[in-house]
């Protein structure tokens, strides 16, 4: 279990849980989500996130195609986390939880970038992360 919030502090994450996955992603609206050259992202289960205090959500189809709502914190603008939604509305089984919002620092070192997401639009001077699969899409969370 580890914890985290925006920087404002009135929206807070619990992960009850361990991540699935951990990546980089370097499609452009992961830039503009991120306000960086990339985002580094924890694929964790929907049912492990708990959330205290009210996230803003903003819908966009993703370079993928597929819907995703990112939730931010209203106040500050921190990004959170993102997920997919089913056709009945609810929240798919996993979230990307956005890494750099845990507070832990032993977690984000231990949860190394298994997977870089469109890599054919990494800056020339990012080098790619060792032992990462380099990936030019989406792949399955």
């Not at 306000?35 to 049912?47: L, N, P």
């Not at 903003?58 to 819907?67: A, F, I, P, R, Y």
């Not at 832990?104 to 790619?128: G, I, N």
Request: some cysteine; aromatic content about 8%.
């Amino acid at each position: 279990m580890t914890a985290g919030g925006c920087f404002c502090g009135k929206v807070r994450i619990q992960l009850n849980g361990q991540p699935l996955k951990a990546g980089l992603c370097h499609c452009l609206d992961c830039r503009k989500l991120t306000g960086s050259i990339y985002s580094f992202g924890f694929v964790i289960k929907t049912a492990d996130l708990e959330v205290l205090g009210s996230p803003k959500a903003l819908v966009k189809t993703s370079d993928s195609g597929n819907e995703r709502h990112n939730y931010f914190c209203p106040d500050c603008g921190t990004p959170l986390f993102g997920q997919g939604m089913k056709a009945d509305g609810t929240p798919e089984e996993t979230t990307v939880l956005r890494a750099g919002i845990l507070e832990d620092s032993q977690v984000l070192t231990e949860w190394k970038p298994q997977a870089e997401l469109y890599t054919d639009r990494r800056l020339e001077w990012v080098p790619p992360i060792e032992g990462a699969a380099q990936c030019s899409a989406m792949i399955p969370l």
